[in-house]
């Protein structure tokens, strides 16, 4: 039985238009949206309709709310539960200072009595399936992390991904995967691992450890067909390369990003996009630069077209060109 793969919730990447790219390609088990802010969604901000759009695929999502007052986390979470979706999922895992300060994301973490409430609140307001993404902890303390999501099972929680860091871990310090398969054994629900995947090679391996699904974050914006080519690979089937014209993807991108995001929402998310896609690219950080210098869609797009036409080979993927 193949392993679910899922897209991570990443801030201005885990859109529609990201969704639909992946999608022509296949796509993948499920797609987590970016976080969606609690406060914000309940007060109808301007922007929430395109954080909680569920297309292309609603039974494929999974809504990601970001908050720390119970009310207003039940709240959002009745609100949610009238839309067809996959699931809701709680962010207790996000570090930066700004989400952590105002005792959201990783904060939670702090106080297993306060968690243990909010989640058998969230419980009664909602029947779908009921997650939360979480690190290690402020502390690489293994006892600490077991009994806090002991705690979220016991008041209902279906299922929890991992991320193997601490809170004041960044990228640099490399994941402890082989905290996943610790925590699969010490829970009844499914675990689901996330954490610097570079590769489909990687998610074919990590798949085989003790974990219940494989999120990929950052792979899924520079590679959007890496879930295809999992599943290929898989079977045992050998990928083909030719099929991937990375011109033709940059662009359809942009086509993407502009008919499913808001204009105010281009340039930041066009930006942060191309700074993991052009890491497909002889001259990528050249071709961010250039990218970063431009202040509307169509411009970006004269810019990729002519690097293109200078580089013909780079419309090929990276492991061909290396070959």
């Known amino acids: 039985m193949f392993i679910p793969l899922l897209l991570a919730p990443m801030a201005e990447l885990s859109h529609r238009g990201l969704r639909e790219l992946i999608e022509i390609f296949g796509g993948c088990d499920e797609y987590f949206t970016e976080m969606i802010s609690a406060t914000a969604l309940l007060s109808g901000g301007m922007f929430e309709k395109w954080y909680i759009d569920p297309l292309p695929y609603p039974k494929k999502l999974v809504y990601q709310l970001l908050g720390s007052d119970i009310d207003v986390l039940a709240k959002a979470v009745n609100l949610l539960d009238k839309y067809d979706c996959a699931g809701i999922d709680i962010n207790m895992g ?106 489909a090679e990687e998610i074919l391996s990590r798949s085989k450890e003790n974990c219940d699904g494989i999120m990929v974050g950052r792979l899924g914006v520079r590679a959007p067909w890496i879930f295809c080519k999992t599943r290929q690979m898989e079977k045992n089937e050998k990928w ?60 970006i797009a004269n810019v990729l077209k002519a690097y293109f036409k200078e580089h013909p080979e780079e419309r090929k993927e990276k492991s061909i060109r290396q070959n």
């Open 240 to 299: 083909d390369s030719s099929s991937i014209n990375l011109e033709e993807i940059a662009l359809i991108f942009l086509d993407l990003l502009s008919k499913y995001q808001p204009q105010e929402f281009h340039l930041s998310r066009a930006r942060l996009f191309f700074a993991y896609f052009c890491d497909n690219f002889t001259w990528g950080t050249y071709l961010k630069t250039l990218i970063n210098r431009e202040t509307s869609i169509s411009a």
């Open 94 to 199: 996000c570090s930066a200072p700004l989400i952590t300060k105002c005792g959201a994301g990783v904060k939670l973490m702090a106080d297993i009595h306060k968690s243990g409430e909010l989640i058998r609140e969230l419980r009664r307001q909602t029947q779908k399936r009921l997650s939360v993404k979480l690190r290690i902890g402020f502390e690489d303390n293994f006892e600490y992390l077991v009994n806090f999501c002991k705690r979220l099972e016991n008041e209902g929680v279906d299922c929890i991904t991992l991320h193997p860091r601490t809170a004041k871990e960044k990228f640099k310090r490399s994941p402890r995967w082989e905290y996943v398969g610790f925590l699969r054994s010490n829970l009844t629900i499914p675990v689901i691992g996330n954490g610097d995947i570079s590769s």
